[in-house]
Structures are given as structure tokens and as C-alpha cells.
């Protein structure tokens, strides 16, 4: 059964950062695309940033606007995303989810394998 858990959010004042983590247990790691999804309140879930099975970077452009970065390391089943220069915009719940291909997909619902999310809250 693959599982995963996030790590890293909490509470931050505008213009500060985060990093997230989610490490995944009970699958083949290298095998799929894991990406960061989240969901702000009233909307549906929105794709953020993904690393694809040969570890090519997929972004929504929209909402990364260069401030993320994303890392996987296969050797430690762990997607981390860095979050730099956050606005009260990017408050939501991120997920951590895996797609059943090698390339991220924007959308939630090819995503088949769900972490529990993690709050993240920018203050103004």
C-alpha cells in the first residue's frame, strides 16, 4: 500500500519561505511522477509543481512564477518543494500525490495516490 506524508508547512509573514516534504513508503519511487498539488479554500485542487520519473521538472507557471523550486531523491523516496517569496495567495493546503505516468499531470484527478495535505498559511 503506498502511502505518503508531508512535512514543512506552518505559518509565514509574506515574502518568507517554506519547504515541503513528502516521503513516500510502500511503492517503487523511481517508477511514477510525484508532484505538489493544493487546494485553496472555495476551490478546487490546483497542480503546483511536479518531477516526472526521469526527474524532468514540470511547473504551472501561473503559480510558481520562479519563487519554487523541486527536488526528488530516489534514493530517499522524498519530493521536497522550496518555497520562496510567498503571498497571502499561496495560503492553501498542499498535497503530495502520485500520477500513474512519467510526466506530472496537471490535472488532480489523473493523480491516484493522495498524502493527507499540509496546511500553509502567509500572512500579510
Known amino acids: 500500500q503506498v502511502q505518503l506524508e508531508e512535512s514543512g508547512g506552518g505559518l509565514v509573514q509574506a515574502g518568507g519561505s517554506l519547504k515541503l516534504s513528502c516521503v513516500v513508503s510502500g511503492g517503487s519511487f523511481g517508477d511514477y511522477a510525484i508532484s505538489w498539488l493544493r487546494q485553496i479554500p472555495g476551490k478546487e485542487r490546483e497542480f503546483v509543481f511536479g518531477?516526472?520519473?526521469?526527474?524532468?521538472?514540470?511547473a504551472d507557471v501561473d503559480t510558481v512564477r520562479g519563487r519554487f523550486t523541486i527536488s526528488r531523491d530516489n534514493a530517499k523516496n522524498t519530493l521536497t518543494m522550496q518555497m520562496n517569496r510567498l503571498q497571502p495567495e499561496d495560503t492553501a493546503v498542499y498535497f503530495c500525490a502520485i500520477c500513474p505516468t512519467c510526466s506530472p499531470s496537471h490535472f488532480a484527478r489523473d493523480y491516484i495516490h493522495w498524502g493527507q495535505g499540509i496546511q500553509v498559511t502567509v500572512s500579510p
Open positions: 518531477v516526472g520519473c526521469f526527474g524532468g521538472a514540470v
